[in-house]
């Protein structure tokens, strides 16, 4: 049998080790490389491994890298199905092949002896040569491989051949919801290996919350020796406990011990962290606490290098994850590059590190023919468990071993589970697919509704094995696009019962790659097998700008609470181990969003878990609706974040607005050339519709119900989409029919019906204008007519104003966008913004930027000219250059080209987001059902300076 098609765990490897450093001679490999990419391993050149083959016409490609991303063929995205014929474990013969070579020296003084190349990466398979001989056939892409070559090692002219497959039985195990690319994407490292060198080790640290204890034991070799300057641990046997007062490690207070593990021939640096993880009265925690996992999953993704990810970008991303409150990680759906687990550790992270396992693709053919539970692939799953285990045992970080992802279910999983279980027995064991939990120790699901959330809480459950189980989201509140919406429900739901403890948002990134203009996804590169823009679905942007989710998601997870109580205010600790004695509170008393007064907020440190209450601080008088606004602050800089970074924070409501004065007389209605004239607003007289204010001309506003449709809105995951129905509806094109126009006396009436073609259901609109001064009441008053087959995307007026007019400042929620479900983030206060900023830039555009519970807002041009909104009390409203129709169309953010006007849409309500692209649907408390609405705005034209 081929090697491409081998079923095994490919050859000649040495078995699996930790990763570590040590001050033995290293020499990186990375850089550049000779490549050639033929369309097939039959095209590819004969002959690549022998010294004197001539390489010097083949073009150049850094190590690592994945060569789809620079030139040399093109990425494809699938989330489930394999492009390839599902004939396992054959692959088809047009297989692209990457031939890369490197001729290098071996630095001045570099010992005989041992020597070990480690490969981090190679996708999907790698056939190795080194000065002529054959190493062997690397299989499991994202985990490390390691040859023998110190006897083949010279000091000058070493050349070593690496032949790359894309596709190799393993492919059949690499499904994993990204992109197809290939290329030796991690480092390459030579390592020379000492006689009587620390070949591999094993720290167990535990903890004993009871006594304070920890206890230290290195598995090594028997003459290594422990030394812990910190701890005076001196020249200590590394074989034998040791048990000694420590601090313990955990993602809050990440409390690592520098040390040595020597020989007389290599010292190894390490980094010890104590702490004991078990399973305990049906939940997961660690040093005795229970933890709640406030989780994202997490692709290696660079928009430009794909999964090649530099140890910068990885730190950007341990970063930004810590100062938005999340606190785990699952590794989906393979170990990450091991300095990531470094950072994890570093900078207090729980992680789920998953085996580089998927076969999801098998999930449409029945599962027939699935590896899972076939026999030919048992040891190739036993391998890439084993280099998981073995590579990452020393990372305090890891608390689950989880072993693949969407593979169903089968015996070779099960044995999996059976050999963790002897090798670890420290850490549970994850894994979604194991739904009767025959071999896991925790019940995990993706996508459960809050329903299911609720009866697994209950323990409404038939399963007696899964009633006893610690349960976890694993994917959850899947942020494709605009959302997602419900996570403050599913917060709610893991405080309740103490069984449900948290889960991962699915996900971290957009995977987009960078082209002209855009991100691109599936299909983009003429994909005949793709998933589209599914792979667009994180929390941050493809070049992680935050996305409104994930300041959403920070706030729903924050840890620290704070809220009104009838004492005062409530301050609650939502953090798994430490009091808020790091935390200093503000306040800030804010009177129409104009900042009036502000204080520190003494809080005696609240520990883990409780709540306080203290005392309002005293405050002066406002005049207008005024906001107190609790802010918790990191007091001193952390790793992570400077002093002064939020972390949690309140509004409490201090005084309503004032009561309106008296209105002014009202204004008549009068005609005049061939217009009808009321205040500062001029209308047409056989529409009724608005045509200028102040002089400035304006189109509507008409009753409008459409948005364009959010990923969500399309999602089929729940059932039949909300925007299937919507359309079916009719409501994207929906016509006005003109009733009656009434301009006699002081009001302009105006009664439409406002309906789809060839429906018999619509919406009576009437609408009543009034002048007061320079003011325009509208008084709106809708009515449906007939039976609607479902909801509504919104409900409210849209308009369209000069495109000078490109300047907003608003008080109400912001500073962000925010939708019914998807509104915890959004703050009241004053707030001001170019209409460009407003817009949320999705990869794949669809409706967004909507500012909620607006008291007034200000559209205006450089000069000052423009126009103010006011609501009777609150409005939504969305300002952008393009209509919603342009945005519908929109494949890609530069496909909107901005107009000459600006068009708003002046909302009474919304109807929510969900997570159908890949989860629940909007909650029934969110739908917009039509129902009689009425609502009121005030219209004003805001003169120029």
């Known amino acids: 049998m081929s090697y491409l098609e081998d079923p095994g765990p490919g050859r000649g490897s040495l078995p699996p080790r930790a990763a570590f450093t040590s001050d033995a001679p290293s020499l990186s490999l990375n850089g550049t490389w000779r490549f050639r990419l033929s369309p097939s391993l039959a095209a590819a050149p004969s002959g690549i491994e022998a010294e004197g083959f001539d390489d010097s016409a083949w073009d150049e490609l850094p190590v690592p890298s994945l060569w789809q991303l620079h030139g040399h063929g093109r990425p494809a995205y699938t989330n489930v199905p394999y492009p390839f014929p599902v004939d396992p474990p054959h692959v088809p013969s047009d297989n692209p092949t990457g031939d890369h070579r490197l001729r290098f020296d071996l630095p001045a003084g570099w010992p005989a002896g041992s020597a070990v190349l480690r490969f981090d990466g190679i996708d999907s398979c790698g056939r190795i040569w080194l000065n002529g001989t054959e190493l062997g056939v690397t299989q499991g892409s994202r985990l490390p491989s390691e040859f023998e070559v110190g006897p083949l090692l010279r000091p000058a002219g ?39 060198g620390i070949g591999d080790y094993w720290i167990r640290a535990d903890y004993d919350h009871t006594t304070g204890l920890g206890t230290v034991r290195v598995e090594t070799r028997p003459d290594v020796v422990l030394d812990i300057p910190e701890l005076g641990v001196t020249a200590h046997p590394a074989g034998e406990a040791l048990e000694l007062p420590v601090e313990p490690w955990s993602a809050e207070t990440p409390r690592l011990y520098e040390g040595t593990l020597s020989t007389a021939a290599e010292r190894v640096p390490v980094r010890i962290g104590f702490r004991t993880v078990t399973i305990e009265d049906g939940q997961l925690k660690v040093n005795g606490r229970p933890l709640m996992l406030r989780g994202v999953n997490r692709h290696e993704h660079d928009p430009r290098t794909g999964r090649v990810v530099s140890p910068e970008t990885a730190l950007a991303d341990v970063l930004l994850v810590k100062r938005h409150n999340v606190n785990a990680v699952r590794t989906s759906h393979y170990p990450p590059d091991p300095a990531f687990l470094e950072l994890c550790d570093t900078y207090g992270l729980w992680v789920i590190d998953e085996c580089d396992l998927e076969t999801h693709g098998f999930e449409p053919l029945g599962w027939a023919g699935n590896p899972s539970d ?123 019962y103490p069984n449900c403890q948290g889960g ?65 205010i409530r301050v609650s600790n939502h953090y798994d181990f430490v009091d808020t004695g790091h935390l200093t509170f503000t306040w800030v008393l804010e009177d129409e969003g104009i900042a009036v007064a502000e204080g520190v907020l003494e809080v005696p440190p609240v520990l883990s878990g409780q709540s306080t209450v203290v005392s309002r601080p005293s405050l002066p008088a406002t005049s207008g609706e005024s906001w107190l606004t609790v802010s918790a602050a990191l007091t001193s800089s952390t790793a992570w974040a400077p002093a002064g970074h939020v972390v949690g924070w309140g509004q409490l409501a201090v005084s309503e607005a004032p009561v309106a004065a008296p209105l002014p007389p009202r204004g008549p209605v009068f005609r005049t050339g061939g217009r009808l004239v009321l205040g500062a607003g001029e209308f047409d007289p056989a529409t009724g519709t608005l045509s200028a204010l102040g002089g400035h001309v304006v189109t509507g506003p008409r009753l409008d119900v459409w948005r364009a449709t959010t990923d969500n809105d399309r999602g089929t995951f729940a059932g039949r989409p909300d925007a299937d129905q919507w359309r079916e509806a009719g409501l994207h094109r929906m016509q006005h029919r003109v009733i009656a126009v009434d301009a006699d006396g002081e009001e302009l009436v105006v009664r439409t019906r406002v309906a789809p073609p060839a429906q018999p259901f619509g919406l009576f609109a009437d609408y009543t204008w009034t002048a007061f001064d320079d003011r325009l009441r509208l008084r709106v008053e809708v009515t449906p007519d007939g039976e609607f087959p479902g909801t509504l995307p919104r409900l409210g007026l849209a308009m369209a104003i000069p495109g000078a007019w490109g300047s907003a400042e608003w008080f109400g929620g912001g500073p962000g966008e925010a939708y019914p479900d998807s509104r915890q983030a959004a703050r009241i206060g004053r707030f001001s913004s170019s209409v460009e900023g407003l817009q949320t830039p999705y990869v794949f555009p669809q409706e967004n930027g909507n500012r909620t519970a607006v008291r007034w807002a200000a559209l205006t041009a450089p000069d000052g000219a423009g126009l103010r909104i006011d609501g009777d009390p609150v409005f939504d409203f969305t300002a952008r250059r393009w209509t919603a129709a342009a945005l519908e169309e929109a494949r890609h953010t530069d496909d909107l080209v901005p107009g000459e006007l600006v068009h708003l849409t002046l909302d009474v309500a919304q109807h929510g987001l969900g997570t159908a692209s890949c989860g629940p649907g909007v909650l029934p408390r969110y739908r917009l059902v039509p129902q009689k609405t009425e609502f009121t705005l005030w219209f004003r034209p805001v003169p120029g300076r």
């Open 504 to 568: 991962f948002v699915w996900e971290w990134i957009d995977h987009g790659l960078a082209a002209d203009g855009h991100f691109a996804y599936g299909g983009d590169f003429g994909e005949p097998i793709h998933d589209g823009n599914f792979v667009i679905d994180g929390l941050v942007f493809p070049d992680r700008t935050p996305s409104p989710g994930l300041a959403e998601f920070a706030k729903v997870i924050e840890p620290v609470r704070i809220e009104a109580d009838a004492s005062g």
């Open 158 to 196: 070493n050349v070593l051949v690496v032949r790359v497959h894309q596709w190799s039985a393993g492919s059949y195990l690499e499904d994993q919801d990204m992109w197809w690319a290939s290329g030796i994407f991690r480092a390459v490292t030579l390592l020379a290996r000492p006689d009587g």
């Open 374 to 496: 076939e026999l030919i692939w048992a040891e190739a799953y036993l391998d890439r468990m084993r280099r998981t285990v073995e590579r990452d045992k020393n990372r305090p970080s890891v608390i689950l071993w989880s072993l693949g992802n969407e593979s169903h279910t089968g015996e070779n999983l099960a044995r999996m589970a059976e050999w963790v279980r002897h090798r670890d027995p420290t850490r549970p064991i994850h894994y979604e697919g194991d739904h009767d939990c025959a071999y896991v120790d925790v019940h995990s699901r993706m996508y459960a509704t809050h329903e299911e959330v609720e009866r697994i809480g209950r323990k409404d459950d038939d399963n007696a094995r899964r009633r006893e189980l610690p349960f976890l989201q694993c994917e959850y509140g899947h942020a494709m696009g605009n959302g997602p919406g419900g996570l403050l429900e599913y917060r709610e739901l893991f405080e309740r």
